[in-house]
T-cell receptor
Framework: EDKVVQSPLSLVVHEGDTVTLNCSYEVTNFRSLLWYKQEKKAPTFLFMLTSSGIEKKSGRLSSILDKKELFSILNITATQTGDSAVYLCAVGMDSNYQLIWGAGTKLIIKP | ETGVTQTPRHLVMGMTNKKSLKCEQHLGHNAMYWYKQSAKKPLELMFVYNFKEQTENNSVPSRFSPECPNSSHLFLHLHTLQPEDSALYLC????????????????FGPGTRLTVT
């Protein structure tokens, strides 16, 4: 069965800390891995990763994919209270057009 | 207005009511999706439309009925729902459906928080 597992389920850190969120997957015919941030309602797109070892970066956020070990990490440096959100990971496959979603990591940044 | 919009944002309905959720995208996309999001569970894909044609129905009960009159609009018609149907219903769109020769990210609307009493 195809699955995506995110860890930790929740995380509380202080402003300024660096956090690493994990997403591991077991799917057939992997195509891409996507990260989203969900604050109140709408998940907003962060990154799409298709190749191993190539870091994607946007400001204080970065992400990398390891297709050999079947996981991705999302790093957030110098965290701010506005980074508090649920971070979702999803995997797309060649075999169908559905995304397989993880349950998310709830990140709380304390001032 | 840009992006993906959904109305209403909140809906409370009894089990015998009939209501509809509306989604509109202003991104020129050709694929639209309905998802159900329940607390602490992964997003559940309900329906996929590609160029107005339904391509996926993930064993969704018939009390949920989608309608896609054009590539910009998507509806979810609800009738005789159950309390366990209470959830956040998210609409999303993408340029194409994922899994063809390219990968396309999905853009989400703000969702409709549905409570069935």
């Amino acid at each position: 069965e195809d699955k995506v597992v995110q860890s930790p389920l929740s995380l509380v850190v202080h402003e300024g800390d660096t956090v690493t969120l994990n997403c591991s997957y077991e799917v057939t015919n992997f195509r891409s891995l996507l990260w989203y941030k969900q604050e109140k309602k709408a998940p907003t797109f962060l990154f799409m990763l298709t190749s191993s070892g190539i870091e994607k970066k946007s400001g204080r956020l970065s992400s990398i994919l390891d297709k050999k070990e079947l996981f991705s990490i999302l790093n957030i440096t110098a965290t701010q209270t506005g980074d508090s959100a649920v971070y979702l990971c999803a995997v797309g496959m060649d075999s169908n057009y559905q995304l397989i979603w993880g349950a998310g990591t709830k990140l709380i940044i304390k001032p | 207005e840009t992006g993906v919009t959904q109305t209403p944002r909140h809906l409370v309905m009894g089990m015998t009511n009939k209501k509809s959720l509306k989604c509109e995208q202003h991104l020129g996309h050709n694929a639209m999706y309905w998802y159900k999001q329940s607390a602490k569970k992964p997003l559940e894909l309900m329906f996929v439309y590609n160029f107005k044609e339904q391509t996926e129905n993930n064993s969704v009960p018939s009390r949920f009925s989608p309608e896609c009159p054009n590539s910009s609009h998507l509806f979810l018609h609800l009738h005789t729902l159950q309390p366990e149907d209470s959830a956040l219903y998210l609409c999303a769109s993408s340029l194409r459906i994922f899994g063809t020769s390219e990968s396309y990210e999905q853009y989400f609307g703000p969702g409709t928080r549905l409570t069935v009493t």
